[in-house]
């Protein structure tokens, strides 16, 4: 293979309201061959990830990296579909561990290729940085939880005024035009609460898709609704869904993908989007009944003060426990192995090409 194969990035968890969640553990259910990386921060688990999908793609495949929200800039895992493989994070706040070991599971502990004698001196700096992360994350989840509660009192006077005969009326109309297979579901975020703030790929995953019908309108005027239910309808007609998540609220859905129809539905009340002459844009204000923006507004104002408030807060928390996180990653890299861990990857890069499994597609 000497062409380059595509490389696709998604989000795969979030520090929610509800708590960090990764959709790793669903999306690796049936794959034929898991590679799952254990080890502490700074063990070069992300570098590991990225190297190998980088070199997979240099091979001609086709590839899908798994983003953290914990680092943006750090793949969670790297998902091969046409080897039906994955290679994956498995020391995540949300443990992973394989359901087959020895079979379709395999585990690399990274710890094995560290200097453990010289890492003795740094006990207690170590315990000292765990605890101090554990504390700061805890604290910007209990900031995020309280933010849920302002962010409901804003979504409340769209939401009193929805005519639910007319949302009703809409979603036979839009599933009437959009669906005339074998059914399926993967779920992703569309976005993820960092410590970068809030970060988003929609334009980026969604820019295949020759429809995008964009579902604008104030919070709560049924947006996440009208998509939830005609996804619902595109699975009882036998379509393969790409469900992508709030990263703020892991229960709402803020874009769902048909790719074989190549339609995206999208929830563009909070997202900067490039519009494109093909999208269609509903104004799901038109379906509110009684509605006043300007009172509205006003109602909710402190609310929306609050809310936008502790986001703030629970980023500058977040960017704490990241610092945090560095110092810990830089007290281990010190004490790695890493020619060892190459020869590993190399390793692990040659049984996936050579023992691959039978093919899957996104």
Known sequence: MSKSGEIRYVLTSSNTCQGFHTFIPDLIQGLRKIYILKGAAGSGKSTFIRLLGESLSEKGYEIEFWISALDPVSPDGVYIPRLGAAVINGSLPQPIDPRYPGATGHIIYLGDYRNRKELNGKTREIIGLIDRQEEQNAKAFEVLKTA?????????????????????????????????????????????????????????????????????????SGKSLVIAELARMAREKGYFLEYYHCGFDLESIVMVIIRNLQLALIDGGNMELSIKPWDIVIDMAVYLENYDAEAAATQSSEACRNYESLLLEAEVILENAHATLKELKKTFTAFMDFEQLDRKRQEVLDDIINNGARPQFL
């Open 148 to 220: 849920a509660k302002d962010r409901e009192e804003v979504k409340k006077p769209a939401r009193d005024c929805l005519s639910m005969a007319h949302i009703r009326d809409l979603i036979e109309e839009l599933a009437s035009e959009l669906l005339r297979e074998q059914p399926g579901e993967r779920h992703y975020f569309a976005s993820a609460v960092t410590a970068d703030g809030m970060v988003n790929y929609i334009d980026e995953i969604s820019y295949e898709c020759k429809r995008r019908y964009i579902l604008t309108g104030p919070p709560g």
